[in-house]
Structure formats: structure tokens, C-alpha cells
């Protein structure tokens, strides 16, 4: 037990760098008490004892505004950051040194008891302030939710889902690498996002589709053709484009 609590503690100094010691986050993050409770009451509710592991959730809710059903499995080195307003429900699997931020939902869309319900997240992945995740469906490993997502569907591993409802932003080649690198709140500084590229591209394609038309212009005026029917249009102004689509 104590070997896991130190894990724990040493893996939230590695990744939030408010945190100065062992000491300070023992004591003043609920996070961590909020998963040292869960442990309890997963003992209890896997032993028969289900009233006592509801109990034990309900005051960990009370105490540090993190509520984990007794049934969630919850993995090792798992950093629940500042974490209030977190869900997570009964058929919830958490794998080992993920990271989930505050306001997050790991929510079922069943209402048949007894079955799986709720997602399965893998080791590593790192789930933004406010996403929820709903549904009983796996979101890979290294994967990142960034915040405020609505994710709906299966995650690959190694992905960035964005958005609502969520769409994958990119997804690494190399899982065992690049996408071990911690980002907090799943928030990547590439920007690649998908459709903001699409975007992009097409007013590219606009405005060098304008630009061939003035040249075709100019070349009939040049070879004396009449162009006194073909109307100016308004230029397409692409900085100012491109600065609403980012």
C-alpha cells in the first residue's frame, strides 16, 4: 500500500510543477485522496460489502468534490489534477499513469445494469478540464481529450481528439514515443487540426484561383478581345480569413 502511495506521490511531482513535496501533495490534494479513498471502497465493494464502498464514495464526494463509483477500476500512478466536479462511473476501467483534469466525465449511455457502460481509458492518456467521455468504448493508449470535448467514439491510440462532438486532430506514427510526452490538459502546440487545415486550403485554393483569373483577363485584353462585360469582384481577403479560422 505504501509502495503505491509513493508512486503515486512521485508521479504528481513529475507532472504538476506547483506540486514542492511529498508533504504538500499528501495533504493538500484531493486528487490523490480521492483515489487513496476509491481504494477502499473498491475493496469493499469487491467483497461483498457494497452498502460500506457506496458510503465510502459518497464521503470522498463530500470531502474533496471527486466522485468515483466503488466499481471504477482505477490504475497506478493515475493524477486526478486540482479534479473538482470529476465523474467517474461504476464500469469505468482507468489505466496505470493517466491523467485526468477537473470537471471531467467518464459517463455511461446504457441503462442496462450489469453490462459494460461506461469508456476504458488505456495507460497514459491525458483528459482536458470539462471533457466528457460517454459511452462504453476505449480510448487508447498516450491517447489526449482535450478540454471540453465531447467524445462519443473510440479514440485510437496515440491520438488528439478535439471538439464537439470529438474528432481526431492527428495521430502519432510512433506511439512509444512522441506520444508519451505529457501534455497538460491534452492540449498540443502543433495545431494540426484537421479542419482548420481544410480551411486554410481552401481559401489558398481561392485566392490562387482569383489570381489566374486577372491573368487570364489581362491576356484577353492584351490579345484585344472585348472584356467590357466581365464585371471586378471584390477580392477575397485572406489574411483576415485565415485569422478567423485559427
Excluded at 142 to 152: D, F, I, W
Excluded at 175 to 197: H, I, M, N, Q, W
Excluded at 203 to 229: F, N, S, V, W, Y
Aim: aromatic share 6%; glycine share 10%.
Amino acid at each position: 500500500m505504501f509502495r503505491h502511495l509513493r508512486q503515486d506521490i512521485r508521479s504528481i511531482i513529475e507532472r504538476d510543477p506547483a506540486a514542492r513535496n511529498g508533504w504538500e501533495v499528501l495533504t493538500c490534494y484531493p486528487g490523490l485522496q480521492a483515489i487513496v479513498m476509491h481504494r477502499a471502497a473498491h475493496w469493499c465493494w469487491t467483497h461483498g460489502l457494497k452498502w460500506l464502498g457506496r458510503f465510502l464514495s459518497y464521503l470522498t464526494r463530500w470531502l474533496t468534490a471527486i466522485e468515483i463509483h466503488p466499481g471504477a477500476v482505477i490504475g497506478r500512478r493515475v493524477f486526478i489534477d486540482h479534479g473538482f466536479g470529476v465523474v467517474i462511473g461504476e464500469t469505468a476501467v482507468v489505466g496505470d499513469d493517466c491523467t485526468i483534469y477537473q470537471g471531467v466525465t467518464l459517463g455511461g449511455t446504457s441503462l442496462h445494469s450489469g453490462t459494460k457502460r461506461h469508456p476504458t481509458l488505456e495507460r497514459g492518456v491525458i483528459v482536458g478540464a470539462g471533457a466528457k467521455i460517454l459511452g462504453a468504448f476505449t480510448v487508447g493508449e498516450y491517447a489526449k481529450v482535450g478540454s471540453n470535448a465531447v467524445v462519443v467514439k473510440p479514440v485510437p491510440a496515440g491520438a488528439t481528439a478535439v471538439g464537439n462532438p470529438a474528432h481526431i486532430v492527428r495521430k502519432d506514427q510512433q506511439a512509444g514515443t512522441a506520444s508519451r510526452l505529457f501534455a497538460a490538459y491534452g492540449v498540443t502546440t502543433t495545431g494540426d487540426d484537421p479542419l482548420s487545415k481544410a480551411l486554410h486550403s481552401l481559401i489558398a485554393h481561392a485566392e490562387a484561383q482569383e489570381q489566374q483569373i486577372e491573368r487570364i483577363t489581362a491576356a484577353l485584353k492584351a490579345a484585344g478581345l472585348p472584356c467590357q462585360d466581365l464585371q471586378p469582384c471584390a477580392k477575397v481577403d485572406t489574411a483576415e480569413l485565415n485569422k478567423l479560422v485559427e
